[in-house]
């Protein structure tokens, strides 16, 4: 049913609810996985370590350290495949906007401590959607690009992004069973993330 969207040129909503009805088994079993778990509770706890550190080039190290740990612990937890490194480039992405934000904020003379404190736990939740739905789509889409209904690569890449966006928007339905419960809430929450992206219109305007 996914590719039969993709190769007729739907909009980027019908072919990220195709993608997530055709597989929704799959998307479960891989976003809710131990291996996958350990990204989450990276998220919520990371941050400290990384904050910590004095200097933007010590915190940006950090972060590498972080991500080195995390996917020595998600393996051991027994997670494998395409999992761990969409979930891992999450976790990154994560990270790495959050220190975007320091930056920023020191930029208008604001000092970062003054930011509320981070939950990154719904952050990484809507960059895993988006890096998934990411990856499924040019899995799927690239026998059809060159063809009318992705006539070249910058259609391809376009659509790509707005169908990662679509997916990380959905990824809001999951922030209330992440409230107050951290990652006990993780597997409820990438539940309604996809229940949300599975159903039509459910982000217009993407």
Known sequence: MARASISTGASPETV??????????????????DGVTVYAQYAADAWAQVAEKPTEDDRRAEVSSVLRDART???SAGGAGVAV??????????????LQDDADAAGRGQQPHTLPPPNLIPGLLGELMRQTAMHFYTRDAAAYTGTAAIPDVQ????????IGEAAANAARAGRPA??????DGWTAAVRAAMQSAARPNANPGM
Request: aromatic letters at 4%.
């Open 85 to 98: 490194g969409l979930a891992e480039r999450a976790l990154a992405r994560t990270l790495l906007g959050r």
């Open 73 to 75: 612990r998600a393996l």
């Open 178 to 183: 992440l409230s107050g419960r951290g990652t």
């Open 16 to 33: 990220l609810t195709d993608v997530i009805r055709a597989a929704a088994g799959d998307w479960l079993s891989m976003l809710t996985s």
């Open 155 to 162: 259609t391809f890449n376009t659509t790509t992004r707005r």
